[in-house]
Nanobody, 119 residues
Framework: QVTLVESGGGLVQAGGSLRLSCTASGGPIKLHAMGWFRQAPGKEREAVTAITWRGTTIYYVDSVKDRFTASIDNAKSTVFLQMNNLKPEDTADYYC????????????WGQGTQVTVSS
């Protein structure tokens, strides 16, 4: 069983930056990929980005391209999401996910961390 623990959310003004972290524990871990999803109030959950365990980016949703960067430190079983030039529309609960085979259907989820961007 894999446990994911996120950190790094908070309140930031538009144009600011935040860095989310997600550490996987419980092993042995043989994950295919990890990703970040978000859900804004009243909206459906959205896939933001995903990265393979080896560090290859799988995708970014168009709305965050050139602003968000995913990276992975697999020695520490941790995935990061660097979010720059944040916009109010980025406000959401952000969830880390991990997949054994296909990140579009992850087996494991974190508890979520809230990101609020004020205008």
């Amino acid at each position: 069983q894999v446990t994911l623990v996120e950190s790094g959310g908070g309140l930031v003004q538009a144009g600011g930056s935040l860095r989310l972290s997600c550490t996987a524990s419980g092993g042995p871990i043989k994950l295919h990929a990890m990703g970040w999803f978000r859900q804004a109030p009243g909206k459906e959950r959205e896939a933001v980005t995903a990265i393979t365990w080896r560090g290859t980016t799988i995708y970014y949703v168009d709305s965050v391209k050139d602003r968000f960067t995913a990276s992975i430190d697999n020695a520490k079983s941790t995935v990061f999401l660097q979010m720059n030039n944040l916009k109010p529309e980025d406000t959401a609960d952000y969830y880390c996910a991990a997949a054994l085979f296909d990140i579009s259907t992850p087996e494991y989820w974190g508890q979520g961390t809230q990101v609020t961007v004020s205008s």
